[in-house]
Every structure is written in structure tokens, then in C-alpha cells.
């Protein structure tokens, strides 16, 4: 059984704390908000307003923080003051304790913001006193408990290789699939990259669903054919490696024609220019490199 703590108790770390709790482990929750911790007692939760770990074992601190944009830019006040807090906590602390970034952060996050707020704020550095992980949730707000009890993809990233493998051996019982990596940043960007990868498949279809209104066109039969027949769609591995801009005859050609074919009907398609110009920058960043990588060819 492993000693959990889980800072900021919104629906990410509810969901998270209490699917700890359902694998048997001993879960304290840790929020600013008097209702919420309210909330969270009324169904036999243990909830502070405080961390306190003075007398505790060696545990596992999930940081659970909201981190909503401000225009173009991430919000990182609760994380500031949630990250202060627990390195108080550490100041009077007797055991080693793991503290993990769980919410969803602009890479680099764990290592040159967490990490030094912790060092300033308890006194200690890291690997004496406390190590430092990222294990991004791939949660759904409508299914937060469900998705954490049985993962499809668990991400954990920590320098020291210790940390790495306890995070991991305590993620692992959950199930799905565990990628470990070395450098927390890697999975705050596989994390944000998730998000907008989503968010840009919905733009694409909307895009297409606009021209195909104007054509006439049903969307739902079209769309769900492209899904089977697209390799980007198929094959994970298409498309992903990065460096090289796509080439062959048919990509190029459709991508720029079919920007005439929105045009003739009126309409402007500022994800599929986005995609050309990409492309463009992508060719012009090659033929400038010596022995640039072949193209992405379809």
C-alpha cells in the first residue's frame, strides 16, 4: 500500500485520489477550496486544506493543479502557490518524498518550475529530500474515474531511474500501456501534443464539413469511409517522425488544389493554407540542410 497525496482536488485529482483508493492504497486530498474539501468529506474522503509531512512515510505527491490558458499562455498561479506549498510541507519532512506533475503543462515544466519552487520554499535539493516525475492524465471530464481505473496509455518520465520505476510499478496494476521516459519535458509535450492533435482532427473535419454543406454532401459517410481508408488514420506510425516536409505527387497536388475548390464556392480553409505553408517552410528548411531526410511521401 502506498501513501498518496493529491494536491488540488478538482475533477482530475478526484478522479485520481479515488481511484487510488479503490486499488487499496491510503489517499489524503489537499485543496484550497473550503466547499470542495466539504464535498469530498461528505463522502468519507480524507480531505485538508493543509499538507502536512511531518510524520509521514515516503509517499507519492500528485500535483493535480488547474492550468487554464490565459489567451496564449497557460495560467501557472495555482500551480505557483500549490508547488510553494508543498515545498513547506518538505521543509519539515523526515522521509524522501516523489512529487508528480500530473496536470497538463507547457513542457519543461516539472524540471525549471517545480522543481526550483521546491528547492527554494523546503531548503533541500533534489534526490535529498525529494525526486521529481510527470505522469500526464489522459483523462475524460465525463469518465474521469472510469478512464483512470482502466488507462488506455500511461505516460511517467523522471531523471532518476528509481523514481521512474516506482511511479511506474505503481501505475502499472491499472493496466494499458506504460511508456516510461528520462526526461520529465517529454511527457508534458506528449501530453499537450495529445490534446492539440485532437483538437486539430476536429478542426480538420469541420473545415471539410463546411465544403461539403456548400457541395451538397452528407459528411457522416464520407468522413467515416476517409477513417478506414486514410494510412494517416490507419497507421500510427504514419506521417510521424518529423524534419521533412511530405512530397510525392498526390499530397502536394491535393493540398493546393482543393484550396481552389473551397474558393469556387466561397469558402476560405485557414487549417488546409496552415498545412501548405507548414509544408512550404518544411521543403525550404531541407533543401538548406545537407543530407536532409527524404520527404513524407504518400
Known amino acids: 500500500m502506498a501513501r498518496i497525496f493529491i494536491v488540488g482536488s478538482g475533477v482530475v485529482g478526484t478522479a485520481t485520489g479515488k481511484g487510488f483508493l479503490d486499488a487499496g492504497h491510503k489517499v489524503t486530498f489537499i485543496d484550497v477550496d473550503e466547499q470542495r474539501l466539504e464535498a469530498l468529506r ?30 496564449h499562455a497557460y495560467d501557472m498561479s495555482a500551480f505557483e502557490s500549490g508547488s510553494a506549498a508543498v515545498g513547506r510541507a518538505l521543509r519539515n519532512a523526515i522521509e524522501s518524498h516523489v512529487v508528480v506533475v500530473r496536470s497538463t503543462v ?45 488507462p488506455w496509455m500511461t505516460v511517467v518520465a523522471a531523471r532518476s531511474a528509481r523514481t521512474r520505476e516506482r511511479v511506474g510499478e505503481l501505475l502499472r496494476p491499472f493496466g494499458g500501456d506504460l511508456r516510461l521516459f528520462a526526461n520529465p519535458a517529454e511527457a508534458e509535450l506528449i501530453k ?38 486514410a494510412e494517416g488514420s490507419i497507421n500510427p506510425l504514419y506521417g510521424i517522425r518529423g524534419g521533412a516536409p511530405y512530397g510525392g505527387v498526390c499530397l502536394p497536388k491535393d493540398t493546393q488544389g482543393f484550396l481552389g475548390v473551397a474558393e469556387s464556392v466561397g469558402l476560405d480553409m485557414p487549417l488546409l493554407r496552415a498545412v501548405v505553408e507548414v509544408n512550404d517552410q518544411m521543403a525550404r528548411e531541407a533543401e538548406g540542410q545537407a543530407g536532409a531526410l527524404s520527404p513524407n511521401a504518400a
Not at 463522502?43 to 487554464?68: C, M, N, R, Y
Not at 492533435?197 to 463546411?210: H, L, Q, V
Open 42 to 71: 461528505s463522502q468519507g474522503l480524507d480531505a485538508h486544506s493543509v499538507l502536512d509531512l511531518v510524520a509521514e512515510p515516503s509517499s507519492f505527491i500528485f500535483l493535480t493543479l488547474p492550468t487554464p490558458n490565459v489567451g
Open 106 to 150: 507547457p513542457p519543461g515544466t516539472a524540471e525549471g518550475f517545480v522543481q526550483p519552487t521546491l528547492q527554494d520554499h523546503s531548503g533541500k535539493n533534489p534526490g535529498d529530500g525529494f525526486t521529481v516525475a510527470s505522469n500526464p492524465e489522459f483523462l475524460r471530464a465525463a469518465s474521469a474515474v472510469e478512464d483512470f481505473r482502466h
Open 192 to 229: 499537450c501534443a495529445h490534446n492539440i492533435y485532437n483538437a486539430t482532427k476536429i478542426s480538420f473535419w469541420n473545415e471539410m464539413w463546411r465544403v461539403s454543406r456548400e457541395l451538397g454532401l452528407d459528411l457522416d459517410p464520407i468522413a467515416r469511409t476517409v477513417a478506414r481508408s
